[in-house]
C-alpha cells in the first residue's frame, strides 16, 4: 500500500511559506504545522512500517530527505528572523543599550545584630573580650552552681525547656557561662562579655518570645567593687544612649549576685518627663547586676577572700525596642522585610 503524499509538492509549499516569515511566531506555527508529530511529513514517516519492505525503501529515503530539508530551512529561518527582530527592535529604539541596569536589593545587618554589635564595640573599648559558651547546658550550670538549688523559688523566675537526656536543658540566661570562664581562666582575672541565646518555656506576647539574646558580662579580680561596677555600666550607658543620659540603680535580687540591682536610663524618648514606653515613670529598664555571689566565685574556682568581681546581664533586643520605639518583640523573628528594611 502506497501513502498517497507528494513530498516534492509539500517541500515546494512549505519552503515558499518559509521564506515568507519573519517573526518567531509565526516560524513556531510553520514548525509545528510541518515539523511536529501530526505534521504531514512525519505522520507519513510514521507508517513506514504498514509498507512492504520494497516500498519501504524508497519512501523511507525520500520522506527523511523531506524532514531534513524542512530542518534545515528551519533553523536558517530561525535565524535570520532572530536577526530580523533584532533590527526591527533596535531601529524602533526598544532596545536601549545605554539604560542602567536594574538595581539589586541590598542586605543590611538585622536590628539586633546592629545592637549587639555596638554593644560589643562598647565593651572592648572598656577591655571586654567576647567568650562564646554553650547554648545547651546542664540543670546544674543553669541553676545548681548559680547557687539556685533544686526547689529554690528562685527558678520560677526562669520557665525552662527540658529535653529527653535528664538534667539537660536549654540555658534560660547566659549566666551559666560565668562558671566556664572562670573554671576555664581561674586564677587569671576576667573580663568578658557572654553574648547568646537563651530560651524559656514561655507563651509567645508582643513582650515575650521562647528565645531571645541576652549580653552577659563578667569581671573577676583583685579589689573589684560595686563602684566597678556602676562605673562600667554608667560609661557603658553613656556610650549606647549618649552622655546627657541618666541612670539609676535600684536593688534587686539574684541568687548569683549580692548585692543585687537593676540598672535604669533615663527615658530617651520622652527625656524622663513620662510618657507610654516609660509608662509614664521617667525611667527604662535595661539590665541586671550584681556583685558575684561568694558561692558562685567558689563554684568558678575563686577563693571569695581573695577575689571579687561584677556580673551583668542585659537583653539587646529588649535595648533595641527601646532605642527605636518597636512594640511587638515578634517582629525579630518574623523575617518581614518590611520591617527589617526600616533599619
Ligand atoms: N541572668 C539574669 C537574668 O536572666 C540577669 C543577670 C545576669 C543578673 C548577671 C545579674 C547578673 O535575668
Redesign the pocket.
Known amino acids: 500500500m502506497t501513502i498517497a503524499i507528494d513530498f516534492d509538492q509539500i517541500e515546494r509549499d512549505t519552503l515558499t511559506a518559509l521564506t515568507a516569515t519573519t517573526d518567531s511566531a509565526t516560524l513556531q506555527k510553520w514548525r509545528i504545522a510541518n515539523l511536529g508529530r501530526s505534521s504531514p511529513v512525519v505522520a507519513a514517516l510514521g507508517t513506514l512500517g504498514t509498507l512492504s519492505k520494497e516500498e519501504r525503501r524508497a519512501f523511507g529515503q525520500r520522506g527523511n530527505q523531506a524532514k531534513q530539508a524542512l530542518e534545515q530551512a528551519f533553523e536558517a529561518a530561525a535565524q535570520r528572523t532572530s536577526q530580523a527582530e533584532l533590527t526591527r527592535d533596535l531601529a524602533a529604539g526598544s532596545l536601549d543599550v545605554t539604560a542602567p541596569g536594574r538595581r539589586r536589593g541590598r542586605g543590611r545587618l538585622h536590628p539586633a545584630t546592629q545592637t549587639l554589635r555596638r554593644i560589643y564595640a562598647i565593651f572592648a573599648e572598656m577591655g571586654f573580650q567576647i567568650y562564646r559558651s554553650r547554648d545547651v547546658e546542664t540543670d546544674e550550670f543553669n541553676f545548681g552552681l548559680l547557687n539556685i538549688p533544686p526547689h529554690h523559688p528562685a527558678r520560677d523566675m526562669w520557665d525552662t525547656f527540658y529535653t529527653t537526656t535528664p538534667n539537660v536543658i536549654l540555658r534560660t540566661?547566659t549566666?551559666p557561662g560565668q562558671i566556664h570562664v572562670m573554671r576555664e581562666r581561674c586564677p587569671e582575672p576576667i573580663r568578658v562579655i557572654l553574648p547568646g541565646m537563651c530560651y524559656r518555656y514561655e507563651q509567645i506576647t508582643a513582650r515575650s518570645e521562647i528565645q531571645f539574646y541576652?549580653v552577659?558580662g563578667l569581671a573577676v579580680g583583685r579589689h573589684i567593687t560595686m563602684a566597678d561596677l556602676k562605673g562600667t555600666l554608667t560609661a557603658f550607658a553613656h556610650a549606647l544612649f549618649g552622655p546627657q543620659v541618666r541612670t539609676r540603680f535600684r536593688s534587686d535580687h539574684?541568687p548569683?549576685?549580692e548585692p543585687?540591682a537593676e540598672m535604669d536610663v533615663e527615658c530617651f524618648v520622652c527625656d524622663g518627663k513620662g510618657c507610654p514606653v516609660c509608662k509614664q515613670s521617667g525611667w527604662l529598664e535595661i539590665l541586671?547586676?550584681?556583685m558575684v555571689h561568694p558561692v558562685v566565685l567558689e563554684n568558678g574556682g575563686y577563693d571569695p577572700r581573695e577575689f571579687s568581681g561584677f556580673?551583668?546581664?542585659m537583653g539587646p533586643q529588649r535595648i533595641t525596642m527601646l532605642m527605636h520605639k518597636i512594640e511587638d518583640i515578634r517582629y525579630f523573628f518574623a523575617n518581614d522585610v518590611r520591617f527589617l528594611e526600616q533599619f
Open positions: 540566661h549566666s541576652q552577659e539574684f548569683f549576685t543585687s541586671g547586676c550584681g556580673a551583668f546581664g
